[in-house]
């Protein structure tokens, strides 16, 4: 991963929904941790669970920045909200509120590969939630992380 460094100027690691080697190795040089929640398979368990791994990673990587938000939001109901808050109340990670809406466009997107911004038909709210959600993450890089 250090050696690919030179050569671009992002590097995306996905990784998979579990505690991996792969993602630890990862988080022990990466810049960014993102970590999305769906709120509908929200529980405490899992977040417990993340907390505790970037409880042992910080020391290994402290200038990590860890960014939460919400992938999948519902466009109504009580469940985004009741996420958002039970999110909110960690210090482990900064929690960005600028979610991502459960649309078809980002499943058609990541079905061809491509971001929001790429493909066409354009979907106006997915551009700007992602959007939105790059901003945060921009501000969030020169503050607190
Ligand atoms: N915001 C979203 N709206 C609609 N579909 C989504 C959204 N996020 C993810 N998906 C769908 O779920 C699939 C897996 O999503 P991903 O975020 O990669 O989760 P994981 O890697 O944990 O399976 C995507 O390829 C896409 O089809
Ligand atoms: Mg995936």
Same mark, same amino acid.
């Given at each position: 991963?250090?050696?690919? /460094?030179?050569?671009?100027?992002?590097?995306? #690691?996905?990784? &998979?929904?579990?505690?991996?080697? +792969?993602?630890?190795?990862?988080? !022990?040089?990466?810049?960014?941790?993102?970590?999305?929640?769906?709120?509908?398979?929200?529980?405490?368990?899992?977040?417990?669970?993340?907390? !505790?791994? #970037?409880? /042992?990673?910080?020391?290994?990587?402290? /200038?990590?920045?860890?960014?939460?938000?919400?992938?999948?939001?519902?466009?109504?109901?009580?469940?985004?909200?009741? *996420?958002?808050?039970?999110?909110?109340?960690?210090? $482990?990670?900064? =929690?960005?509120?600028?979610?991502?809406?459960?649309?078809? $466009? =980002? +499943?058609? *997107?990541?079905?061809? &590969?491509?971001?929001?911004?790429?493909?066409?038909?354009?979907?106006?709210?997915?551009?700007?939630?992602?959007?939105?959600?790059?901003?945060?993450?921009?501000?969030?890089?020169?503050? *607190?992380?």
């Amino acid at each position: 991963m250090l050696k690919l /460094e030179p050569k671009y100027d992002d590097i995306v #690691i996905d990784t &998979g929904r579990r505690d991996t080697a +792969s993602q630890r190795a990862a988080l !022990t040089v990466a810049n960014v941790f993102l970590v999305p929640f769906i709120p509908r398979s929200f529980d405490i368990w899992t977040l417990q669970k993340v907390t !505790t791994l #970037i409880g /042992e990673i910080r020391p290994i990587n402290p /200038e990590l920045k860890i960014f939460a938000f919400l992938n999948r939001s519902d466009p109504r109901g009580r469940d985004n909200l009741g *996420a958002s808050e039970l999110l909110s109340e960690s210090d $482990a990670y900064t =929690f960005l509120d600028a979610p991502l809406g459960n649309r078809k $466009a =980002f +499943s058609n *997107a990541a079905a061809v &590969g491509m971001s929001v911004t790429e493909v066409k038909p354009r979907d106006k709210k997915a551009i700007n939630e992602l959007q939105t959600l790059f901003n945060h993450c921009q501000l969030a890089m020169n503050g *607190a992380g």
